[in-house]
């Protein structure tokens, strides 16, 4: 069944971007091929194993259970809030967190996870702003 | 003799004190990335690839670190493979076949030096093909027009999907993916947009390291969190270690069938490591006169994947070099590292800098050297890393990911579409839908479009042009066979499914 549900949902991409071609620009004196071909000819390809994908179907895999995926959401959550507080709290704080974060999701021990936040923060931002000569802040610029 | 000088100067090259001291340094950090459960070869040279650009090392020094991680990873591979059962890339699975029942009979020393050993023997080997073979293919590279780039590229697609894979459909969707991605950006024949939705931020294109980075390591990470128990996975405990002398000298043979089999299936464009590994433990398995020691701790078993890899990731060093296709994952993400410092692999990099390609071979052949002294007198010290909690290991890595990508492109929506790819990597996972061709559709995709265009361009759009050379007939009926030949195939070589424990 998942098979043929990606398999669906990859025929309607392939059928997207094979239409999406129709619609770039062309340039005035194009080459014999033009720019359209090459991803037409893609969407073509993908499409068709797309359909194959929907005939003849793997075996169900394992997906994960919905605590599973509360926590792969959670880590895709912390990814996110990581880049974002990047900008907002430096490089020290930004990271001190989020590894704090995915530490406690793997092993929910709250002493543990934020020593090793703050440890592997400081212990990289030292790696990389001075031996790795990066430029990284470790303070937000305002 | 041409050999001679070239390795002369690939010497002087290689042992200048920075260049040597990287490969040192590209071992230890390879075999620890290779060691770790679930890091391996491809996503350990992805991981550090941005870093190694901030070290604003030359192309050469750039090439030869990672080069010397790629093989330590391939080396360090077998270590959590035999006492964990774990291995941390395809290519190490087979070697968990046997080796970890050895090591359950309390011979888990006995298993790792021999593997060791094993490695050594295919990796120098390999690497020694790679000197005679790699100048000789790169002449005949020089008859190459656009039109047998273009079938070289579709033959490479086609072994990918056909012998290295499953599924071909799913292969063939995945090749299909990468060059969709691949079409994002300004079009470099016409300089107008394709695909970018108007945003400003996908003009230049998909940076392909952003998505090697996210499909590989962020993908990991990801599957881990989901099957989480790991971390409790103590495996074997390694006692002390001796030289099983009378093993090596008993696999001599199978060390060797190993390295040949496995140096063959890496020049094959798109077949790689995993599929050296397997074809060395079949046919050593099925030339063998007793098959019921298999699986069961027999030091063939352990001795033919190690050498058929270690073979394999040198043989796939020839067409990555030679015509600019890899023919592995962690090939693609070298041919990454050359596309982004201006390197264009191909005949022109044997004839024009003849020190990158010689100082790339030198340095090898010291690197495995070192690999060994590593991994057979040392390799208490780096079975001691399979002891870091996870709890640390995967935000470390998350962390360095991050701050690589960052570190290249200073760009948010960067690091936004690096999570996406992670997820994208996660879900195909799932799916069975691998990630290699999609990796090396993004990096083709350019290449392959180009040459399609120019092959038109100079026959004014005959389309028999694509078949008007010998090279290219060639090509094409190679890159069909390599497709169909395994649907017929399928009973003899089925892909060996992942261990369970």
Known sequence: ?142 | MDLLSNLALGFSVALTPTTFMLAIAGCILGTIIGALPGLGPSNGVAILIPLSFSFNLDATQALVLMTAVYYGAMYGGRISSILLNIPGDEPAMMTTLDGYPLAKKGRAGDALVLSGVASFVGALLATVGLMLLGPLLARVAFFFGPAEYFALYLLAFCMLGGLGSRNQAKAAVAVCLGLGIAMVGVDSSTGLPRYTGGSLHLYDGIDFLVAIVGLFAVAEVFVFMETHGRDSAIGVTLKKVTIPVRDIFYTRWTMLRGTGIGFIAGLLPGAGASLGSFLAYSLEKSTAKDKTTFGQGDVRGIAAPEAGNNAAAGGALVPMLTLGVPGSGTTAVLLALLMTLNITPGPLLFSERPEVVWGLIASLLIANVVLLILNVPLVRVFSRILQVPPSILLPGVMMVSFVGIYSLSGSHFDLLLMIGFGILGYVLRKLGIPAVPVILGILLGGHMEVSLRRAMVLSDGDWTYLFSTPIAVGLWIAAIIGFIAPFFLRAYLTLPKPPKD
Not at chain 1, 6 to 13: D, F, K, S
Not at chain 1, 31 to 36: A, E, M, Q, R, V
């Open chain 1, 1 to 142: 069944m998942s098979d043929r549900i990606a398999g669906t949902a990859l025929v309607g991409l392939a059928l997207a971007f094979f239409i999406g071609a129709g619609q770039l620009d062309v340039p005035f004196f194009p080459d014999p091929l033009g720019s359209k071909a090459f991803p037409r000819l893609i969407a073509v390809v993908g499409g068709l194993a797309g359909l194959a994908m929907i005939l003849r179907p793997d075996g169900e895999p394992s997906w994960p259970r919905l605590a599973d995926v509360g926590r792969l959401a959670a880590l895709a959550g912390t990814l996110v809030f990581y880049v974002y507080a990047l900008g907002w709290l430096g490089f020290v704080a930004a990271t001190a967190l989020a590894s704090g974060a995915m530490s406690y999701q793997i092993k929910p021990d709250i002493k543990k996870a934020a020593l090793i936040g703050i440890g592997l923060s400081v212990g990289l931002f030292v790696v990389f702003k001075y031996l790795l000569g990066l430029g990284l802040s470790a303070l937000p610029r305002w």
